[in-house]
């Protein structure tokens, strides 16, 4: 059996320059595209708009379907029908799933049409309680933000 022997010392300085290496060449790109930063935000959905939707949608959710149990597709359409068409939410089947591992939603009914199963989500106990408690910091904050800025 032959025994390889590497010099620590050697094999840090080889990793730390490989490591610098691959951070200049990062920045360097990351500066070339300045010009499409704010693109590549809302592409990539790192922009506020993306951050806020993420945040604000199991609110719109709970919200709407406080009124009423229904399935993705029709809450969905819900959505950009009550906010003319400006507000989607293109990842609701995660929020939706999501939600109801917290116990904030349910699955009322699931019915089959036309060979595709459609599960109607009705809000918890705890999904009125929660939206309670989380309209409530919303609006405090809405408020502290709006007199800070304007």
Known sequence: MSMLYIDKTK??????VIQIKHGIDDMKSKMHNTSNRQNSAEE???????????????????????????????LSTEIKKRSSGRLAVSVLYPV????EEQG?????????IDGRARSY???TADGEEYLKKTLAEYRELS???SRLIY
């Open 143 to 145: 408020e502290i933000f």
């Open 44 to 74: 990539s959905g790192h922009s506020f708009k993306s951050y806020f939707k993420r945040m604000t949608s199991p609110l719109l959710v709970l919200s709407i379907l406080r009124e009423r149990p229904m399935y993705c597709y029709e």
């Open 96 to 99: 939706l799933y999501r939600m």
């Open 121 to 123: 989500y009705q809000v």
């Open 104 to 112: 904030y939603i349910e699955i009322a009914k699931t019915e089959v």
């Open 11 to 16: 094999f840090c300085v080889i990793i730390t």
